[in-house]
């Protein structure tokens, strides 16, 4: 079982701040989100990849925007965007074999409509992989704590 835990703005505790800074599991931030969180690694989709790589020094998945050269620290794909970056960001993760996944975030910011959307497209993806929000939130998801997620073994 490979563990990958997803970054958003969402708020969470000084204790589970604690949690996550300190976690070997892989986290990926979307955009600017959740720095002080130490992500290995960051996602994009909102044509904002000069910006993502001139303030953060995380390699960087772009699923929409590109340079005209080559960076190293940009990973390439062929995930179609779907209305959010965090529907390309669970696509990614499973990708790369990554079946049990946190989602630090609560489907809360802009819409109805586009928290239908990252519903719409996420909800399907528990098929292929384990996927949890952290708490309570609009996502159709199950809840599982920090704590809980990042204290149980690796089966």
């Known amino acids: 079982m490979s563990k990958a835990i997803i970054l958003t703005y969402a708020p969470v505790t000084k204790e589970e701040a604690k949690l996550l800074k300190e976690t070997t599991f892989l986290k990926l931030a979307l955009n600017h989100h959740a720095e002080e ?27 929409r925007d590109y340079f005209r050269y080559v960076n190293p620290r940009v990973i390439y794909n062929n995930l179609e965007f779907k209305g959010a970056t965090i529907i390309s960001a669970v696509e990614w993760l499973i990708s790369k074999q990554y079946n049990d996944i946190l989602i630090i975030g609560d489907n809360s910011v802009n819409t109805e409509e586009f928290q239908n959307n990252v519903n719409k497209h996420t909800t399907p993806l528990m098929e292929y992989a384990r996927i949890w929000q952290y708490r309570f939130g609009n996502f159709q998801l199950p809840v599982k704590s920090i704590s809980k997620f990042l204290g149980e073994r690796d089966v």
């Open 37 to 63: 969180l130490k992500p290995q690694i960051r996602i994009c989709s909102d044509y904002n990849l000069p910006y993502i790589c001139k303030n953060f020094t995380q390699p960087v998945i772009s699923v």
